[in-house]
Nanobody, 129 residues
Framework: QVQLVESGGGPVQAGGSLRLSCAAS????????VGWFRQAPRKEREGVAC????????YYDDSVKGRFTIVRDNVQNAVYLQMNSLKPEDTAVYYC??????????????????????WGQGTQVSVSS
C-alpha cells in the first residue's frame, strides 16, 4: 500500500518536546522533497519545515526557526520533525507531504490548496500553557 503515515503527536506542556515521524510505504521517500505542515482550527494550512530530496536543503517557517528540526532517515524510509521549546500556538494537526518536482522551499510555500503527490492523515499536537 502506497502511503505516508504520521505518528508521534500528543499532549505536551509548553517548553516541552515532541518528535513526529513521517513513514512512507510503497515508495522511496528519499526521491521526494518532504514537508511538514500544520493546520489549527479556523486557520489555513501552513508549511513549517521542509527538506529537499537531492541535497537535503531545509526550509523553515520563521515561527519555528531555531526550535524545530527536520531530518531524513533513508534507512527507515522516513522523515522526522524534532520539535523543541513548544508553545501553545504550535497546537495543530500536523501533516507530512511528499512532492517529486519541488525543492524544500517550493514544498513549504505552495498555496494551501496545492495537491502534493502524497499526503498523510495527520497527527494532533496539543501544547498546554
Amino acid at each position: 500500500q502506497v502511503q505516508l503515515v504520521e505518528s508521534g503527536g500528543g499532549p505536551v506542556q509548553a517548553g516541552g518536546s515532541l518528535r513526529l515521524s513521517c513513514a512512507a510505504s510503497g515508495f522511496r521517500l528519499d526521491r521526494y522533497a518532504v514537508g511538514w505542515f500544520r493546520q489549527a482550527p479556523r486557520k489555513e494550512r501552513e508549511g513549517v519545515a521542509c527538506i529537499s530530496s537531492s541535497d537535503e536543503t531545509t526550509y523553515y517557517d520563521d515561527s519555528v526557526k531555531g526550535r524545530f528540526t527536520i531530518v531524513r532517515d533513508n534507512v527507515q524510509n522516513a522523515v522526522y520533525l524534532q520539535m523543541n521549546s513548544l508553545k501553545p500556538e504550535d497546537t495543530a494537526v500536523y501533516y507530512c507531504a511528499a512532492e517529486l518536482l519541488l525543492d524544500a522551499e517550493g514544498v513549504c510555500l505552495q498555496a494551501p490548496g496545492y495537491e502534493y503527490d502524497y499526503w498523510g492523515q495527520g497527527t494532533q499536537v496539543s501544547v498546554s500553557s
